[in-house]
């Protein structure tokens, strides 16, 4: 199962340490998501940063920055107008807008599958279609996006997120939240080992 890992928002002393040690054991995307900084301070906090990590970067938002910049791309939030420059990645919510963007992306985010432990409050609706979504992701066709499960993903969480059929999980709270996020990191992508182990050996 792929993993990525979503950025803090704001600043964070630990932050580019471990960014270090994610990439060292082979992370392969890491999303820059900072809401409130402005395009300036992005742009200056990304140039300070090792060039050789740059195509291993997905920058929310500010696409020409990231293409300015020789990053791995861009991510869309849902509801994003477009207009710029294709967008590496984009998140949805739904299962109608997961259908309509599985061919135009190389990746989605969907969720959220879990209560969030970074937003509190925010889930899955009690409603939620699970076996709609479930249906969609086993029904893909070759070429269209990797999914990746978001929302409270925990290593614990991850067999739910395989057995409905996701490619993997974005993570957020379940790093930055631990005393040490590269540990956290570390535990998780043990855990998605196993279970990719588990299904080649099925």
């Known amino acids: 199962m792929r993993l990525v890992v979503i950025s803090p928002e704001t600043a964070d002393s630990r932050e580019v340490p471990a ?15 900072k809401p409130a900084w402005t395009r300036n301070a ?27 910049l020789g990053l791995g791309g861009a991510h869309e939030a ?36 879990f209560p969030s432990l970074s937003k509190p409050g925010y889930g899955p609706a009690p409603d939620f279609p699970w076996a709609e979504l479930s249906a969609a992701l086993a029904g893909r066709s070759r070429g269209d996006a990797r999914v990746l499960a978001i929302g409270g993903v925990t290593a614990a969480g991850l067999p739910r997120c395989r057995d409905l059929g996701f490619d ?35």
């Open 19 to 33: 960014m270090e040690g994610f990439f060292a054991a082979g992370l392969e995307r890491y999303h820059v998501r």
């Open 168 to 202: 993997g999980a974005a993570v957020l709270g379940a790093v930055w939240g631990e005393a040490d996020p590269v540990a956290a990191y570390a535990a998780l992508r043990g855990a998605a080992g196993r279970l990719e182990a588990e299904r080649n050996a099925a």
């Open 78 to 113: 849902d509801g994003a107008a477009g207009g710029g420059p294709p967008a590496f990645s984009r998140s949805c919510h739904d299962v109608p807008t997961l259908r309509r963007l599985l061919p135009a992306h190389g990746s989605l985010f969907f969720g959220p599958v």
């Open 42 to 68: 992005l742009e200056a906090w990304l140039g300070h940063l090792p060039a050789a990590w740059r195509p291993r970067i997905i920058l929310h938002g500010h696409p020409a920055l990231a293409a300015a």
